[in-house]
């Protein structure tokens, strides 16, 4: 190996190494009834990613999805999948590091996620929802910006 190569920062790696759906619930609290209710549901869906290192370069990411529909102020069904898949980040920048985990790794997750909330709503026995794109660097910097200013209100 020459002097040069040995220079060389190795080459960034940002890989998905397997995808797995952690855990999932499924809820319809208010079945039969609920099938029988007028009305158009209300929707509400949350979002968390939380990122663990399981090794050396190696993340363990868990997206996490809750949708709750109600008719009339009654649940009509909960959902909450966790979707997590295993990153292989190595030879980042460490400004580059958060980002990558914060918002790379849900952007690779959430269609595995989408899916899987689409498909447990459907054998529920009610109709398809699809999740809309989120923006999850939108969401990043909004975090990044709440904790800029906590820490200005601590000082």
């Known amino acids: 190996m020459s002097d040069e190569q040995a220079q ?3 080459a960034p790696v940002f890989g998905l190494e397997k995808v797995y759906l952690k855990d999932m619930s499924l809820e ?6 609920i099938f029988l209710e007028q009305g158009t549901p209300s929707i509400d869906i949350q979002l968390q990613s939380n ?3 399981v090794e050396p370069g190696i993340f363990d990411c868990v997206l996490t999805v809750t ?3 109600k008719v009339n102020d009654k649940t009509a069904y909960l959902v909450e999948a966790h979707q ?8 980042l920048p460490p400004e580059a590091m958060e980002p990558a985990l914060a918002v790379g790794c849900p ?3 959430f269609p595995y996620a989408r899916q ?12 398809p929802m699809y999740l809309q794109p989120v923006n999850f660097e939108a969401m990043y910097m909004q975090q990044k910006q709440q904790q800029l ?5 601590t000082h």
Do not use: H, K
């Not at 319809?28 to 009834?33: A, K």
């Not at 997590?84 to 030879?91: D, K, P, S, T, V």
């Open 51 to 53: 990122t663990n290192a």
């Open 67 to 69: 949708v709750t529909a």
């Open 107 to 109: 952007n690779i997750l």
């Open 116 to 127: 899987a909330v689409s498909d447990a709503i459907m054998s529920a026995g009610f109709p």
């Open 8 to 10: 060389q920062p190795a």
């Open 28 to 33: 319809v609290p208010n079945s039969p009834q």
């Open 84 to 91: 997590a898949g295993i990153f292989r980040i190595q030879n």
């Open 149 to 153: 200013q906590g820490a200005e209100q």
